[in-house]
């Protein structure tokens, strides 16, 4: 092997790692599984499904999304090796009164996770439209390489919640 070929091998290592981190998923809590709906027969391995998973938003309090995406089968599905394809929707409730724990930026990430075993990962994302007082949420799927375009946008008005007065607003927690 000659030394060029050398560099450029690790040069590649060093990328690949640097990705390992960038894609890492960072999660503040786990989703719930709802449930799951097998879609294509598989034989002998896992079928390819549709999962349902609810994750509360870490941040405001009272609000919690749901999201559907499918999972590979197969040998990759079941070994955990497949990359996943990017249709995801999403749909975020108002589940209890709303509070703020602290002051977030337009398009702060909710929850990531992994999509395939390097480059791609899902994310949630929240922005508050200050103007009608709603929390917008985008779900989507990206690649260190090339993105997607493929995504799914929600929206969560902060409404009173029972005798509990004003509602709080959300450009008042804006960054």
Known sequence: MTRA??????????????????AAPVRAQEPEL?????????FLTPDDKLATY???D?????????????????VKGMLGVAEEISDISIACRQVAPISFKSKFDQGD???????????????????CDAKR?????????DKLIE?????????VPIMPWGASGEAPKCADYLK
């Open 5 to 22: 070929v050398a560099r450029a091998l690790l040069a590649v290592l060093v990328l690949c790692a640097g990705a390992l981190v960038v």
């Open 34 to 42: 709802i449930f799951k709906k097998s879609t294509v027969w598989k």
């Open 54 to 56: 609810v994750i509360d």
């Open 58 to 74: 870490p941040l405001v309090q009272g609000v919690a999304c749901y999201y559907t995406v499918p999972e590979k089968g197969g």
């Open 109 to 127: 990430v909710v929850y990531r996770e992994s999509r395939s075993l390097i480059f791609k990962k899902m994310q949630i994302v929240r922005g």
């Open 133 to 141: 007082n709603v929390l917008v949420y985008i779900v989507y799927s």
């Open 147 to 155: 993105g997607s375009p493929k995504n799914s946008t929600t929206s």
